[in-house]
């Protein structure tokens, strides 16, 4: 079961790589996105914007091949059938639940925020699209982690 729980602790800590490597990216590019929008030019914010989406960038790439090498690892394992567990797949539906809840929750506040301040479709899009990866990469991670107290 050492094994396993090595799988799991990898897969969690993928998950969390991906999640916070995807929120700087992403975070970054609406950051030049609203820089456009209300036409901000300071040079040195928008290099160290610009510094973000790319380390972000480069990390979500890394992240991508840590994700492939823990399906191999998961393959040469044999445990895809045990790290499937009911209790992987409950957690996956919460996840994906709490996603869509903050998908719904932006959107709200999107709409709000749209009769005070003018801004375009891109913005929002992006905007609901960083909430709608990042938490369920992040809930299913901290999951993850939970059941992994709990066996413990």
Not at 67 to 78: C, E, K, M, T
Not at 110 to 135: H, N, P
């Amino acid at each position: 079961m050492d094994e396993i729980s090595r799988l799991q602790r990898k897969r969690n800590m993928v998950l969390l790589l991906a999640g916070a490597s995807f929120l700087v990216w992403q975070g970054a590019t609406l950051g030049i996105d609203l820089a456009d929008a209300t036409s901000w030019s300071e040079p040195v914010g928008l290099f160290g914007l610009q510094i973000a989406l790319i380390i972000g960038a480069i990390a979500w790439a890394g992240a991508m091949l840590l994700l492939v090498s823990y399906q191999r690892a998961v393959q040469w394992a044999g445990a895809c059938s045990v790290l499937q567990d009911e209790l992987f797949l409950q957690n996956r539906a919460r996840a994906t639940m709490y996603g869509f809840a903050g998908m719904i929750a932006g959107a709200a506040l999107l709409l709000a925020a749209a009769t005070f301040i003018e801004f375009s479709a891109v913005i929002a899009i992006r905007a609901l699209l960083i909430i709608g990866v990042f938490i369920p990469l992040v809930v299913l991670a901290g999951l993850g982690h939970e059941s992994e107290n709990e066996d413990a």
